[in-house]
T-cell receptor, first 116, second 113 residues
Framework: AQSVTQLDSHVSVSEGTPVLLRCNYS??????LFWYVQHPNKGLQLLLK??????LVKGINGFEAEFKKSETSFHLTKPSAHMSDAAEYFC??????????????FGTGTRLTVIP | KAGVTQTPRYLIKTRGQQVTLSCSPI?????VSWYQQTPGQGLQFLFE???????NKGNFPGRFSGRQFSNSRSEMNVSTLELGDSALYLC????????????FGPGTRLLVL
């Protein structure tokens, strides 16, 4: 079975400081992992995805994530936070590899606050 | 390419009524998935349609149903609405291949009174 655990429900950083959003996953198969962002009253936007290629994945807006199989982690980072980064972030695992179907399992989300 | 569109964006219904939500995927995409987002349960998978067939289903009661048309547009229906069905309903489209990125629409916010 697939699942993800986002270790922090809320993270607060100052503008210009690094961002770290933590995610651990559980999967019976080689997982496909994603980070999505949701701004208030908006849909979900893909930040980046890991699909068994390079373990360090670069995404949009300066975000990146590293897949660590030994730690079953897929933490999201950004060197310098911007005010526009304030949003809800979801770590997601896909079960496509197993079933051939295409559905996603979402973490509970981490709300990122950026302090001016 | 135009993105995923969902109609209506907002909806208010009363308990016991039924509702139909619509989703138009990105042109060329054959898979449409539906998700429910609530503050208490987070984002949960409802079902996925691919080439007019339901390919996968989440753990929701039979009051939640869907269908997909030959042009890949999809509808989701909820019958006998309950207060707990108040949520943001998101649809996502993809090509339908494995490990493919899903692109989300803006959602339909349903309020059940």
């Amino acid at each position: 079975a697939q699942s993800v655990t986002q270790l922090d429900s809320h993270v607060s950083v100052s503008e210009g400081t690094p961002v770290l959003l933590r995610c651990n996953y559980s999967s019976s198969y080689s997982p496909s992992l994603f980070w999505y962002v949701q701004h208030p009253n908006k849909g979900l936007q893909l930040l980046l995805k890991y699909t068994s290629a390079a373990t360090l994945v670069k995404g949009i807006n300066g975000f990146e994530a590293e897949f660590k199989k030994s730690e079953t982690s897929f933490h999201l980072t950004k060197p310098s936070a911007h005010m526009s980064d304030a949003a809800e972030y979801f770590c997601v695992v896909s079960n496509s590899e197993n079933t051939g179907a295409n559905n996603l399992f979402f973490g509970t989300g981490t709300r990122l606050t950026v302090i001016p | 390419k135009a993105g995923v569109t969902q109609t209506p964006r907002y909806l208010i219904k009363t308990r016991g009524q039924q509702v139909t939500l619509s989703c138009s995927p990105i042109s060329g995409h054959r898979s449409v998935s539906w998700y429910q987002q609530t503050p208490g349960q987070g984002l949960q998978f409802l079902f996925e349609y691919f080439s007019e067939t339901q390919r996968n289903k989440g753990n929701f009661p039979g009051r939640f149903s869907g269908r997909q048309f030959s042009n890949s547009r999809s509808e989701m229906n909820v019958s006998t609405l309950e207060l707990g069905d108040s949520a943001l309903y998101l649809c996502a489209s993809s090509s339908g291949l494995r490990v493919e990125t899903q692109y989300f629409g803006p959602g339909t916010r349903l309020l059940v009174l």
